[in-house]
């Protein structure tokens, strides 16, 4: 079953390439959604599919060398109608 999180971490999480994994990883795991930079400091991101999977990209950017993820937000969001996952800013 699908599901729709949204996230928002803080920590060393800007100016590490966050985004550029987060994408990457969340298209290759067949995710939808988006991530993007806010102005103070942490890191915004939707994503949709199935909830292991959604759990699978987070431990994923956990491991990442130059990314520490000090805090994270969660919170569920309805399903949204989109293709793909985007990277804003």
Known sequence: MKIRKHFYFSGRVQGVGFRFQACRIARSL??????????????EMEAQGEESVLWDLVTALHKQPYIRIENMETADLPLKEEKGFQMAN
């Open 30 to 43: 067949g995710l939808t959604g988006y991530v993007q930079n806010l102005w103070d400091g942490r890191v």
